[in-house]
């Protein structure tokens, strides 16, 4: 275990500011850290930062396919367990080992019984990417067979990334950021599907039928584990884990967690998957409707914001200044003077690197960074 975390974590990040997208961040800070993490099998994901759920990427390391991928997930969201993401996002340390969680007994968790132990895990330790309350990444990492269990020291370092690793993922979220897609197929065509993709899933969470604009979608969603179906499609574990988190919902499991994500496509627009469960004959939750469709400036707007850094005071004002409103206006509707909207518009410039409100309009609420998909 590294006597001194603090050279670590600096490697790391050195790591982590020469890659080129989230994918290659997570093979490089994953690589620098194995040896002295001592890990054998890791997951590496990217999570809206709004929800939580998983997104695209996802680096998958020793671990099982598709099916066990989603078994870990379905877990995570419908069963009680130790740890889960939603906790450690708002904890005082991003980062926590299951065995030191369990009192050395992690078969507590159902996480554990139903896929880790069978597949000869000792111990886990996860941490949220966070900044703020807000979630960017998640970690898991795993010892198998008779290895010794994570200890303070583990945690320590892998805690002190989440600051660090949160934004520099954050920052592939801008406009000009990369997509981290090795698909070189994937482009999408500026005229995608005429309407929504629709997927539906029944009470067990097998897919049952989709339509010819869902499958158009799934095309062109960056590579990551797939989950097989009897529709002869292989859904990806981020589209599935909306449709599982919506059964969470139904359930009473979860009542705050929207059961949406968005996802950047292979062209570098963005989608948004978003689920709910229908109600059955009786009252009880039935078959779940997901919806995959073009992401709306709503859907965006705070997450750009963030990538940039803004307050959402600066926000506010972006997204007047982007409707044509001049300065009075503007400051009339937030009840705040002339001067203080030049003050945050000056420092939206210089966060955003433009010069004018035409170059802010382009970019951040440009069409290219609107969403659409298809070939």
């Not at 396919?65 to 939603?86: K, T």
């Not at 979608?217 to 797939?226: A, E, K, N, S």
Request: glycine share 12%; with cysteine; net charge positive.
């Amino acid at each position: 275990m590294p006597s001194d975390p603090s050279p670590a974590a600096a490697a790391a990040e050195r790591a982590a500011a020469r890659a080129a997208g989230p994918l290659d961040l997570f093979g490089r800070v994953s690589s620098r850290l194995r040896p002295l993490l001592r890990f054998d099998a890791a997951v590496w994901t990217a999570s809206d930062p709004e929800t939580g759920l998983v997104t695209a990427p996802m680096l998958v390391e020793g671990l099982g396919g598709g099916d066990r991928c989603a078994a870990y997930w379905e877990s995570e969201l419908l069963d009680e367990n130790v740890l889960p993401f939603r906790d450690l996002a708002r904890a005082g340390v991003p980062a926590a080992g299951l065995r030191a969680a369990t009192g050395g007994a992690p078969a507590r968790s159902a996480r554990f019984r139903a896929v880790l132990g069978d597949q000869g895990v000792h111990d886990e330790l996860r941490a949220v990417l966070r900044i703020g309350n807000r979630p960017w990444g998640l970690v898991s990492l795993f010892r198998t067979g008779r290895a010794e269990e994570f200890g303070p020291s583990d945690v320590a370092l892998l805690a002190g990334l989440s600051g660090p690793l949160a934004r520099r993922l954050r920052g592939f979220a801008r406009p000009d950021g990369a997509v981290g897609s090795s698909r070189p197929d994937g482009a999408a065509g500026a005229s995608g599907p005429s309407g929504p993709g629709l997927v539906l899933f029944d009470e067990r969470g097998e897919a049952t039928s989709a339509n010819a604009e869902a499958r158009a979608y799934l095309d062109v969603l960056p590579d990551g584990p797939l989950v097989p179906s009897r529709l002869g499609l292989r859904l990806p574990i981020w589209a599935v884990g909306a449709a599982l988190q919506a059964r969470a919902v139904a359930r009473g499991r979860e009542r705050e967690g929207a059961a949406r994500t968005r996802v950047r496509t292979t062209d570098g627009r963005w989608l948004v998957c978003h689920a709910s469960c229908l109600d059955g004959p009786d009252g009880t939750p039935g078959p779940v409707a997901l919806v995959i469709e073009p992401a709306s400036a709503a859907d965006l707007g705070v997450m750009i914001a963030e990538a940039y850094g803004l307050t959402p005071r600066e926000l506010q004002v972006a997204q007047f200044v982007a409707r044509g409103l001049s300065t009075g206006p503007v400051a009339e509707a937030l009840v705040i003077s002339p001067h203080t909207v030049r003050g945050h518009l000056k420092a939206v410039f210089a966060k955003v690197g433009v010069s004018s409100r035409g170059e802010l309009t382009a970019r951040l609420f440009a069409e290219r960074y609107r969403p659409a998909a298809g070939r």
